[in-house]
C-alpha cells in the first residue's frame, strides 16, 4: 500500500518561504514520476511543478523562478522550496506520484495561505 504524508504547509506573509515535504511508504520514489498541484477555492487543481525519473523538471509560468521542485531518494521524500510567495498562491497543495504500471498516488493535501 503506497501512502503519501504531505507537511510544511502553513499561513505565511507574501514574500515568505515555506518548504512542502512529501514523504513516501509502500514504494521507492526514485522509480516514479512525481509532482506538486494546487488547487485554490472554486479553481480547478493545477500542476505547479513536476520532476521526471531523470531529473527533468517543468514548471507552471506563474512559479518559475520562486518554486523548485526536489527529491531525496534515500529518505523516499518529495520537496517543494516556495519562495517569494503571493497571495494567489494560496491553496491546498498535493503531492503526486505516477508510474505506468505501478499506479498513480496523491496525497491528502496541506494548505498553504499567504495572507498579511
Known amino acids: 500500500q503506497v501512502q503519501l504524508v504531505e507537511s510544511g504547509g502553513g499561513l505565511v506573509q507574501p514574500g515568505g518561504s515555506l518548504r512542502l515535504s512529501c514523504a513516501a511508504s509502500?514504494?521507492?520514489?526514485?522509480?516514479?514520476?512525481v509532482g506538486w498541484y494546487r488547487q485554490a477555492p472554486e479553481k480547478s487543481r493545477e500542476m505547479v511543478a513536476t520532476?521526471?525519473?531523470?531529473?527533468?523538471?517543468n514548471y507552471a509560468d506563474s512559479v518559475k523562478g520562486r518554486f523548485t521542485i526536489s527529491r531525496d531518494n534515500a529518505k523516499n521524500t518529495v520537496y517543494l522550496q516556495m519562495n517569494s510567495l503571493k497571495p494567489e498562491d494560496t491553496a491546498v497543495y498535493y503531492c503526486?506520484?505516477?508510474?505506468?504500471?505501478?499506479?498513480?498516488?496523491w496525497g491528502q493535501g496541506t494548505q498553504v495561505t499567504v495572507s498579511s
Open positions: 503526486n506520484i505516477n508510474h505506468y504500471t505501478r499506479g498513480d498516488y
Open positions: 509502500g514504494s521507492t520514489l526514485a522509480f516514479y514520476f
Open positions: 520532476m521526471a525519473m531523470g531529473g527533468n523538471t
